[in-house]
């Protein structure tokens, strides 16, 4: 009984001491006030003490602009820390946090990372963003299952070797030559290496649980490696050196698989790749397509930039909604009209005449015909769904097939031999209209386009520019190269920022005075004298006055006081003479 009672009592004696204790400890000190009012928020009080910071068991703080972590060393007790997107250099205070499981340090300016190596209980760390170069101190952390290290500037990564729990290992945008540290990391699911300067991938030969890779934007040329990984769904290899693709042949549960920017002539390995609904070949060295005839699941293709001719392999794939085909050689076109499903169709820079063959496509939102010798363009008239027709560098002298195309927002007929434009009157849904190196002269049908915001029409024959008066949303107009002389059409015109009336007939330059948003402004080989309407434009940043007729005042008084309020400009006019 006396045991019972004397326990009881020193019980008693130590709950009074330990709250006598955390009545008078001193608050936690904090140099960041926004570090102790994120602290402050998660605990529910005001000048936390040591004894209350025992009870932070998570603590997010992102983008708080916190600059020092002196505080946190009174955490124990932390699991889960979140202090990405701040501009924390920093991070010894965390060095003692020891029951740390996730922690977030992503877009700071942590060079160091020596604060870590002992939170052996770190499951997830993220380090994205920052400026560091050695990860060293990282190698004891066996049980991080996530590690984010991309876009620093690391170049070994020996370290990682023995983090055999790893299923997610982010390493892009650094200096990595070396992989060779991953080969042991058979857990990885989900590894990524691109954007460094590898070249040999041999080192992932064996990490057969991958479901994606993505290689591009190294210096590889061999990709035998990747032949086992037959677990793989998604692979990118593009913008790479590589010449022989036999090793993508048995890797039959792709359904993306991306490869352009390298240095391709034959595609059999892809043949039986018949999961695929994705698959990307631009800019290689290709002429014969037929291993893609089977491919019937392939919902967008990629081919431009090759050597293509003959395009009858694609007759089956009929699922297809997007086919890029530019910079080929294509002149026949006749078995795209099968092709129902499209809704973006790329066929410019090829040498297609005949376009009858899309007449049928009324699915299509997006046709590029740029580039061809494409004189008639009646088959696009009844593709109503279209919203972006290009059309330029052709032969087309007349565009009535547009009319009734009012789903358009962006038409580009620039390059060609039109003179009439009238048909574009009723496509009032246009934002960007391109009908430059034409041979216009009537731009009246633009009048009722209020909701462009550019416009184009430079090198043509146009003298009348009233009709610009109402499209009030422009922020790029273009009229250079033509014959304007009156330009009072655009005063009102105060969205513009930039603005091209360069090689003109222009005097009078005074109604741009109200145009202060203006920071391009191209006026160049005109016949202007008085500059002092451009005295109340503050936001420029190029002014061409070359080739005019500068008057004394415009040296002596208007363009040192467009320079003063413009400091930054860059301002080019002849010296005076």
Request: proline share 2%; with cysteine.
């Amino acid at each position: 009984m006396f045991i019972r009672r004397k326990n009881t009592s020193l019980v008693i004696i130590l709950v009074t001491v330990i709250s006598c204790t955390a009545e008078g400890a001193e608050p936690v000190y904090f140099v960041d006030p926004n570090l102790k009012v994120c602290v402050e928020e998660q605990l529910g009080i005001t000048d936390p003490t040591p004894t209350d910071m025992f009870r932070l068991n998570e603590l997010y703080c992102s983008n708080q602009g916190i600059t020092d972590l002196t505080g946190l060393e009174n955490a124990p007790y932390l699991r889960s820390l979140d202090l990405s997107d701040n501009e924390i250099s920093d991070i010894s205070p965390l060095s003692n946090l020891r029951f740390l499981q996730t922690l977030y340090l992503g877009q700071n300016l942590i060079v160091d990372v020596s604060a870590l190596s002992g939170l052996a209980n770190l499951r997830i760390l993220q380090l994205y963003n920052n400026q560091v170069s050695d990860v060293s101190p990282l190698a004891e952390l066996r049980n991080l299952t996530e590690l984010w290290l991309y876009n620093n500037q690391i170049a070994d990564i020996y370290a990682v070797a023995g983090l055999t729990k790893l299923t997610q290992l982010y390493l892009y945008g650094n200096q990595i030559t070396d992989i060779s540290a991953v080969a042991g990391l058979t857990n990885l699911t989900d590894l990524r290496p691109y954007n460094n300067q590898i070249t040999d991938i041999s080192a992932v030969s064996g990490l057969t649980n991958l479901t994606s890779l993505p290689l591009y934007n190294n210096q590889i040329h061999d990709i035998t490696a990747v032949s086992g990984l037959t677990n793989l769904t998604s692979l990118s290899l593009y913008n790479n050196q590589i010449t022989d693709i036999s090793a993508v042949s048995g890797l039959t549960d792709l359904t993306s698989l991306s490869l352009y920017n390298n240095q391709i002539h034959d595609i059999t390995a892809v043949s039986g790749l018949t999961n695929l609904t994705s698959l990307s070949l631009y800019n290689n060295q290709i002429t014969d397509i037929s291993a893609v005839s089977g491919l019937t699941n392939l919902t967008s293709l990629s081919l431009g930039g090759n050597q293509i001719g003959d395009i009858s392999a694609l007759a089956a794939l009929t699922n297809l909604n997007g086919l890029w085909l530019y910079y080929n050689q294509i002149a026949d076109i006749s078995l795209l009209s099968g092709l129902t499903n499209l809704t973006s169709l790329s066929l410019g820079g090829n040498q297609i005449i005949d376009i009858s063959p899309v007449s049928g496509l009324t699915n299509l939102t997006s046709l590029s015909l740029g580039g061809n010798q494409i004189i008639d363009i009646s088959p696009v008239s009844g593709l109503t769904n279209v919203k972006a027709l290009y059309l330029y560098n052709n032969q087309i002298s007349d565009i009535s097939a547009v009319a009734g195309l009012t789903a358009l927002t962006d038409l580009r007929v620039h390059d060609n031999q039109l003179g009439d434009i009238s048909t574009v009157s009723g496509l009032t849904n246009l934002t960007s209209l391109s009908l430059y190196n034409n041979q216009i002269t009537d731009i009246s049908a633009v009048s009722g386009l209020t909701n462009l915001t550019d416009l184009l029409l430079y090198n043509n024959l146009i003298t009348d520019i009233s009709a610009v008066a109402g499209l009030t949303k422009l922020t790029l107009l273009n009229l250079a190269g033509n014959r304007i002389g009156e330009i009072s059409a655009v005063s009102g015109l105060t969205n513009l920022v930039e603005l091209w009336l360069g090689m003109n007939y222009i005097f009078d330059i005074s109604a741009l005075s109200g145009l202060s948003g203006v920071e391009k402004l191209y006026l160049q080989d005109n016949f202007i004298s008085d500059v002092s309407g451009l005295t109340k434009l503050t936001n420029l940043i190029l002014l061409d006055l070359q080739g005019n007729y500068l008057d004394a005042s415009a040296y002596g008084e208007h363009l040192p006081l467009i320079k003063q309020i413009n400091p930054e400009a860059e301002i080019l006019y002849d010296p005076a003479l």
